[in-house]
């Protein structure tokens, strides 16, 4: 299995994510195998490859929800290994979920203000007295959730239950709460997981948008046409290793890519050319 690489590699300085030599085993099987992967800031960066390659995996363990077996974990020059979730958090790390994860029972724009917790400078007596200070800060939370609300496309009532959404709509939720911490990092699980081509369009195009305010993002997804348009580079694995990095179109052209996506190589050859021909007819 070789690791295939397209991109040359930026000055350290220039990284929000450095992962090196990665390594994760549950019960002698080994998700993830010496995985390196390099992410510039203020990048749009996919992580590819089939169901159980380990990509969510890798995620799991940038996030400090789980921890590496070996190898390391580098945000902008911090090395974050074995730090645990909510100090990864402070550091400016967001995230969404393959799975949706939703607070029962919360509106929209209560689920949006949750996540703007760390932003919050009021005290406990001020929350239990109503004090000026954080009559203002509540107003001013609550400002900014209905704009990054409307900056996701969610355009369902602020007071419906979150969990009575659409499912596109949900995910629409989970990207504003994430967004809500003011991160520096948003690592996003299939983000367009549920929703049609207009839908997906859009959720790229806000990947620019986020972008282009400094943020670096990282998805895992299997919508290659979304991956092709908007990210910038991408890592596919499979079987927990990195079989490519660099260009999306040059990556799901390498025949070890085709192989893991499509099975034989002669099998992933004539798929390969329809995505060329579809591609070709939609046009630039």
């Known amino acids: 299995m070789s690791d295939q690489k397209q991109t040359t590699q930026p ?62 974990i580098t945000l902008f020059g911090e090395d974050v290994t074995r730090m645990q979730p909510f100090h990864i958090a402070r550091r400016g790390v967001a995230r969404t979920y393959q799975n949706i994860r939703l607070f029962p029972g919360m509106t929209v724009i209560e689920t949006v203000i949750a996540g703007a917790y760390m932003q919050r400078s009021s005290t406990i007596a001020g929350a239990i007295l109503l004090s000026p200070t954080e009559r203002r800060e509540r107003k001013q939370v609550r400002a900014r959730a209905a704009e990054l609300l409307d900056m996701v496309g969610c355009r369902a009532p602020h007071s419906s239950l979150a ?49 282009d305010l400094g943020l670096t993002l990282i998805l895992i997804e299997h919508n290659m046409r979304l991956v092709e348009e908007f990210c910038e580079t991408v890592s596919v694995m499979n079987s927990g290793a990195v079989l490519a990095e660099g260009a999306p179109t040059w990556c799901l052209e390498q025949d070890d890519v085709k192989e893991a996506y499509f099975g034989k190589r002669s099998d992933a050859a004539r798929i390969a050319t329809l995505r060329r021909v579809r591609r070709d007819i939609s046009g630039p």
Do not use: C
């Open 11 to 72: 000055d350290a300085g220039e990284l929000a994510v450095e992962i090196v030599a990665l390594t994760k085993e549950f019960g002698g099987l080994k998700a993830v195998d010496d995985v390196t992967i390099t992410v510039p800031r203020q990048r749009v960066h996919g992580i590819l490859g089939p169901n159980g390659a380990g990509k969510t995996t890798v995620l799991n363990m940038v996030s400090g929800f789980i921890r590496a077996d070996s190898g390391s």
């Open 163 to 211: 969990e009575t959404l659409s499912y596109g709509d949900q995910r629409r939720v989970e990207i504003a709460r994430a967004l809500a911490t003011d991160p520096r990092i948003l690592l996003l699980d299939e983000p367009t997981a549920g929703m049609n081509d207009v839908e997906s369009e859009q959720i790229g195009q806000l990947l620019v948008q986020l972008k």
